[in-house]
């Protein structure tokens, strides 16, 4: 069995991950359009090579991430996993991200709704584009700046859905370690999508978010493997956490490259299956805007690298050993 197709179980339920899995911001034309064409053959190629993970959300396209994983999936549910998020629905009103998203309608528009009628709402939309009547996971989106509003009106929301048999699992969709852990800490998940915090260039997770969901037995998405764009290519003008990256973060990024290359490892390879090494982690999430991109990402997470590699470049200062 390719590394791709293996499986991991989600805390305290039934469903299995495959250790890699799709996510659908890019198919849902971020900063390039993506046909429909393209998109169904991005999510058939995933599932014809074993991926049953499929993550999306009402953001990502603004409805057409979602509506284009429904069609695609359509007929075929056995044995795959789709995951949403709530917090962040649409509704009629101006598009504000045309250029983020230009595949997108320019009649509406997202916002923040924590509230608990549109929490039902919004996944029951989300659900109707997915033209299915249940999930198997629900996301709490972007809540860093409302981790009360999470713990104390979301989560016992999606809970009593989760008894009525809208959903299977509830997580958090989240981009950093404070808030993240707070609500953790005040639930009871059974997974945490965190993007960007345990990667080649940021470990910053594994100091108190990583041991904790260990300890209360949340599994681990991680997403983000690239930083954003940084680490699949480090040059002037690349991203870090969705902004142009600093200086000193292309050199380091840069440096692990050099030194990868001692190895025969593309960086791409390494930041893919970097999360692996952790053992909370059940999946590594990733996108793709094109079919060709989708393949390179299953080719670079499939390639055996040397045992030696990750503690040599702990040995070299570029990684810190993990932490438990």
């Not at 053959?41 to 994983?69: F, H």
């Not at 549910?77 to 998203?101: C, F, H, Q």
Request: with cysteine; glycine share 8%; charged share 20%.
């Amino acid at each position: 069995m390719a590394r791709h197709q293996e499986l991991s179980k989600v805390s305290n339920t039934e469903l299995t991950l495959t250790k890699l899995s799709l996510g659908t911001a890019p198919l849902g034309g971020l900063f390039g359009s993506v046909s429909e064409d393209q998109a169904d053959s991005m999510i058939d190629y995933a599932i014809g090579t074993g991926i049953n993970y499929i993550d999306t959300a009402p953001l990502y396209g603004y409805g057409t991430a979602e509506r284009r994983v429904g069609r695609a999936v359509s007929g075929r549910r056995s044995g795959l996993t789709i995951s949403t998020k709530v917090g962040r629905p649409l509704r009629p009103g101006v598009n504000l991200e045309m250029d983020k998203y230009p595949d997108s309608d320019p009649g509406i528009e997202t916002y923040y709704d924590y509230t608990p009628s549109g929490i039902r709402r919004g996944l029951e939309a989300s659900l109707e584009r997915l033209q299915l009547e249940s999930i198997e996971i629900a996301y709490i989106h972007d809540a860093e700046d409302r981790v009360k509003e999470a713990i104390d009106i979301v989560y016992p929301v999606l809970d009593e859905m989760r008894r009525e048999g809208t959903l299977k699992a509830i997580g958090i969709g989240m981009n950093w370690c404070p808030a993240s852990i707070e609500i953790i800490k005040n639930t009871e998940l059974n997974i945490a999508l965190i993007a960007g915090r345990f990667t080649l260039l940021d470990q910053s997770a594994q100091e108190q978010l990583y041991p904790l969901a260990l300890a209360k037995g949340v599994s681990i998405v991680a997403a983000g493997v690239y930083n954003s764009g940084v680490l699949a290519n480090p040059v002037e003008g690349a991203l870090f956490d969705y902004l142009p990256a600093p200086r000193e973060v292309i050199e380091k990024a840069q440096k692990i490259q050099e030194f990868l290359k001692d190895f025969d490892v593309p960086l791409t390879a390494a930041a893919m299956q970097f999360p692996l090494r952790h053992p909370v982690v059940a999946t590594v999430l990733t996108g793709a805007g094109t079919l060709e991109e989708l393949k390179a990402n299953v080719a670079a997470f499939d390639l055996d690298l040397p045992l030696n590699l990750w503690s040599e470049l702990e040995n070299a200062g570029l990684i810190q050993p993990v932490n438990t």
